[in-house]
Nanobody, 121 residues
Framework: VQLQASGGGLVQAGGSLRLSCVAS????????MGWFRQAPGKDREFVAA????????YYADSVKGRFTISRDNAKNLVYLQMNSLKPADTAVYSC???????????????WGQGTLVTVSS
């Protein structure tokens, strides 16, 4: 199983970025997908998750209303659209796959490498 995230970069506060994560080696339609982030010196935290079937989405309070998670099962892709970015959103963002829909990182079975998002003030 491989998950590969991309789309990070440097953006000014108030700007937008879209992260992508492509999955291979698993039945993508059968897994829930999540995005997590880890800022320097901080623990990893949940950002957003999307279910596998009838699509439900979940967000951390800190990103609700600004970030949108979506998926394209035909392309094995999950996206994280990030709008109104703040310096506090600066972190390495990682995608993950789970056989259950969950916001807990320990319940995710597969992880991709991270992509760095830096938001300047």
């Amino acid at each position: 199983v491989q998950l590969q995230a991309s789309g990070g970069g440097l953006v000014q506060a108030g700007g937008s970025l879209r992260l992508s994560c492509v999955a291979s080696g698993l039945s993508f339609r059968s897994v829930a997908m999540g995005w997590f982030r880890q800022a320097p010196g901080k623990d990893r935290e949940f950002v957003a998750a999307i279910s596998s079937g009838v699509v439900s989405t979940y967000y951390a309070d800190s990103v609700k209303g600004r970030f949108t998670i979506s998926r394209d099962n035909a392309k094995n892709l999950v996206y994280l659209q990030m709008n109104s970015l703040k310096p506090a959103d600066t972190a390495v963002y990682s995608c993950a796959a789970s056989y259950i829909t969950t916001t807990s990182d320990f319940e995710y079975h597969y992880w991709g490498q991270g992509t760095l998002v830096t938001v300047s003030s």
